[in-house]
Nanobody, 124 residues
Framework: QVHLVESGGGLVHTGGSLTLSCAAS????????MGWFRQAPGKEREFVAA??????????YYGDSAKGRFTISRDNAKNTVYLQMNSLMREDTAVYYCAAGATVLRATRDVNYWGQGTQVTVSS
């Protein structure tokens, strides 16, 4: 069982930056692919970014909305995954969910564990 707790959400102006954190319980954190999804009002939950061990090293990958602006990282010693978000736009307004999965994370069906979510609001 993995328990995920997000933090760092809030209100930010367009063009600003925000860093989300997700602290995980359990001693098997490093074995999981960790990621972020988001859900805006009236929309489906969408993949944002993930980081996991692929073949010979840690690999990060992103959804189209995050490429070039967001950076995902993890600190296995602290059981924590981060999402650095830059150049934020109003369209980034959503509840951001931390997620853990056994393999590749690209869709909600890949997720084994969810956090409770943290609200990010981008205003002009």
């Amino acid at each position: 069982q993995v328990h995920l707790v997000e933090s760092g959400g809030g209100l930010v102006h367009t063009g600003g930056s925000l860093t989300l954190s997700c602290a995980a319980s359990g001693r098997t954190f490093s074995t999981y692919t960790m990621g972020w999804f988001r859900q805006a009002p009236g929309k489906e939950r969408e993949f944002v970014a993930a980081i996991g061990w692929i073949t010979i090293g840690w690999s990060a990958y992103y959804g189209d909305s995050a490429k070039g602006r967001f950076t995902i990282s993890r600190d296995n010693a602290k059981n924590t995954v981060y999402l650095q978000m830059n150049s934020l736009m109003r369209e980034d307004t959503a509840v951001y969910y931390c997620a853990a999965g056994a393999t590749v994370l690209r869709a909600t069906r890949d997720v084994n564990y969810w956090g409770q979510g943290t609200q990010v609001t981008v205003s002009s």
